[in-house]
């Protein structure tokens, strides 16, 4: 069966620490893994990773695939109220199909 | 830039009755879909399209219908509502050679 597995569920910090998400899969010829951030409304997209070992950084955030491990993490430095959302991972596989993991909601206290 | 619509972004309806939302995006996209997404458990994927009425069983396609009369257009319809259909719904699309979905903002639907 095809599953996208994130942990932790649920992460409490405070402004200034340093956070690793976690986003594990198992699926049928994959093809891609995808992260979003999600606030209070729609998911907004962060980044995609298709090769292993290639970090994709963008401010505080950066990302990095294993697809030996099958698995991908999510850091964020210097962490800010901002960034208090819901995580969220999705991997492609086959032609055309996406599954997402249950998202890890991040609350940075201040 | 893309923008996808929802009808709605919050809805109450009792149990039983007809409940369309709708969808609406504006980049042409071949592919729309539809998701809810509860506390727990991510997003679920309910249905999805690849073009003008076509339409794909998701995960969790029961009690729930789909309509795309136009390319622009996806329709979610639950026949008969039941309390266990309250939950967010997102809508998306995307280029089918694209990598990213675009998402609306959500149809918060409370079925009493």
């Known amino acids: 069966e095809d599953k996208v597995v994130q942990s932790p569920l649920s992460l409490v910090v405070h402004e200034g620490d340093t956070v690793t998400l976690n986003c594990s899969y198992e699926?049928?010829?994959?093809?891609?893994l995808l992260w979003y951030k999600q606030e209070k409304k729609a998911p907004t997209f962060l980044f995609m990773l298709t090769s292993s070992g290639i970090e994709k950084k963008s401010g505080r955030l950066s990302s990095i695939l294993d697809k030996k491990e099958l698995f991908s993490i999510l850091n964020i430095t210097a962490t800010q109220t901002g960034d208090s959302a819901i995580y969220l991972c999705a991997v492609r596989f086959n032609n055309n199909d996406m599954r997402f993991g249950a998202g890890t909601r991040l609350t940075v206290k201040p | 830039d893309v923008k996808v619509t929802q009808s709605s972004r919050y809805l109450v309806k009792r149990t039983g009755e007809k409940v369309f939302l709708e969808c609406v995006q504006d980049?042409?996209?071949?592919?729309m879909f539809w998701y809810r997404q509860d506390p727990g458990l991510g997003l679920r994927l309910i249905y999805f399209?690849?073009?003008?009425?076509?339409?794909e069983k998701g995960d969790i396609p029961e009690g729930y219908s789909v309509s795309r009369e136009k390319k622009e257009r996806f329709s979610l319809i639950l026949e008969s509502a039941s309390t266990n259909q309250t939950s967010m719904y997102l809508c998306a699309s995307r280029w089918t050679a694209g990598y990213e979905q675009y998402f609306g903002p959500g149809t918060r639907l409370t079925v009493t």
């Open positions: 980049m042409d996209h071949e592919n």
């Open positions: 399209s690849y073009d003008v009425k076509m339409k």
């Open positions: 699926v049928t010829n994959f093809r891609s």
